[in-house]
């Protein structure tokens, strides 16, 4: 902690101003109360917490209360969002300080109890668990959040996808995600779905040629097709990935056509990933009317985001989704 006294005598020197002892000692005052306070506040929060917890590293206690970092969550949470009930803050338990940085940036110090409990968000148990099983997605993609897109700071087109797909992801948005193979389209994607299952939505992960193989096998083998219907028409979140070059009839096309208009009418987020440069280049790949009126309905209730002049990011990661994008 930086002794008042000093700055002020410092100020004064630079300044040229003078500063009474009664200004000395009304300063020295206010720190005081604001860190009493503090320190009763955070004791509140945290029973039986020694005042060495709170004065950790380069942050005062009034510092942790007013920017509201306090979070009673525990440590060991996979989401980072369980928020713990008092009859386990309240038993001996130690709490865990640490410093934590955000996709942009920004630092703050987190305040958490340990839970032994079965983590709710745990890829195999809990809430998130059963959502995650059902996504479609891989355990090896569990790792494409927010924070794990990794790039660098001079690399301007990444930085705005990431922004702008964390954006999508908060407001529950649609948003297309264009651009040249291995830029980190499917990681964004996958992100936003992952966001959307901590947060107790339902996110559905499906390559879009294999989703309507999966239509179309149904139909073929007396299947459960308006139960299909349905899994991709009512999830909170639909990720529709590498909607590309593919040879689709329009017959197959039809059912992308329903499952997306559903979705806009009903206000659901749907999230594309394609290569393709604008909805027109789409329409001209699959050589099918049904393209444009997709998108364009998609666009309604969100953006078309393009990942221009990107250094490639699947050579920078040195490693590659489940999908190879």
């Not at 009034?62 to 038993?91: D, F, M, S, W, Y």
């Not at 990720?239 to 499952?259: P, Q």
Request: glycine share 6%; with cysteine; aromatic share 8%.
């Amino acid at each position: 902690n930086v002794n008042i006294n000093s700055v002020l005598d410092k100020f004064s020197e630079v300044a040229g101003v003078s500063f009474s002892p009664e200004m000395y000692e009304q300063m020295a005052r206010k720190e005081a109360e604001e860190k009493a306070a503090a320190l009763d506040y955070l004791h509140a929060k945290f029973p039986g917490v020694p005042d060495s917890v709170f004065t950790a590293g380069e942050f005062r206690p009034h510092e942790i209360v007013e920017a509201g970092k306090i979070e009673a969550t525990c440590a060991n949470c996979n989401g980072g969002k369980c928020q713990l009930p008092e009859r386990i803050r309240q038993r001996n338990s130690k709490p865990v300080v640490s410093l934590e940085e955000n996709f942009r940036g920004e630092k703050s110090l987190v305040i958490r109890w340990v839970c032994e409990l079965p983590c709710r968000f745990n890829p195999l148990t809990g809430d998130f668990g059963r959502m995650f099983r059902k996504s479609g997605l891989t355990k090896i993609q569990i790792q494409q959040t927010f924070k794990s897109f990794n790039v660098d700071k001079n690399a301007l087109s990444l930085l705005n996808a990431r922004e702008k797909a964390a954006q999508a992801a908060s407001e529950g948005s649609c948003l297309v995600i264009a651009g040249e193979a291995g830029t980190g389209k499917t990681h964004l994607a996958v992100a936003i779905a992952i966001f959307a299952m901590k947060h107790g939505k339902q996110a559905i992960f499906r390559v879009v040629s294999e989703m309507l193989n999966e239509i179309w096998e149904a139909i073929a083998t007396n299947g459960d097709f308006f139960g299909l219907m349905r899994t991709f028409k009512e999830a909170e979140c639909l990720v529709l990935d590498d909607f590309g070059k593919e040879n689709i009839t329009n017959a197959r096309i039809s059912y992308l056509h329903e499952i997306i208009d559903y979705r806009y009418r009903h206000e659901l987020q749907t999230i594309i990933t394609t290569n393709a440069k604008s909805p027109e280049e789409l329409s001209r790949w699959s050589n099918s009317d049904f393209i444009t009126p997709v998108i364009s309905r998609l666009l309604e209730r969100g953006d078309w985001l393009t990942i221009r002049n990107a250094e490639n990011y699947r050579s920078k990661k040195g490693k590659v989704s489940s999908n190879g994008k």
